[in-house]
Nanobody, 120 residues
Framework: VQLQASGGGLVQAGGSLRLSCAAS????????MGWYRQEPGKQRELVAV???????NYARSVLGRFTISRDNARNTVYLQMNSLKPEDTAVYYC???????????????WGQGTLVTVSS
């Protein structure tokens, strides 16, 4: 399974970016899909997660500014980020709980990370 993240970049404070993460491989089904971020020297933290049924959960720091969504037909998760702040600067990683064909359980797979830089 490969998770390909894209959409990061440099943006001014108050601007917007949209991240995408597409999963590919011998995927039978995907449970939760989520976005995490990590600043240098800090632990990776949850940004947002969405269940297979569409239920969402957000970190308090992004509530009302970020929106997570998914396209189950394309095995893709999105993160729309609005009203960006300099403190949102980090490497953003996607994660999916994937069940492969022939498997009876779900395993976590991570994307390679995409850098988001918000200038003041």
């Amino acid at each position: 399974v490969q998770l390909q993240a894209s959409g990061g970049g440099l943006v001014q404070a108050g601007g917007s970016l949209r991240l995408s993460c597409a999963a590919s491989g011998r995927i039978f089904s995907i449970n939760d899909m989520g976005w995490y971020r990590q600043e240098p020297g800090k632990q990776r933290e949850l940004v947002a997660v969405i269940t297979s049924g569409g239920k969402t959960n957000y970190a308090r720091s992004v509530l009302g500014r970020f929106t997570i969504s998914r396209d189950n037909a394309r095995n893709t998760v999105y993160l729309q980020m609005n009203s960006l702040k300099p403190e949102d600067t980090a490497v953003y990683y996607c994660k999916s709980e994937v069940r492969l064909y022939g498997s009876s359980w779900y395993s976590d797979y991570w994307g390679q990370g995409t850098l988001v830089t918000v200038s003041s």
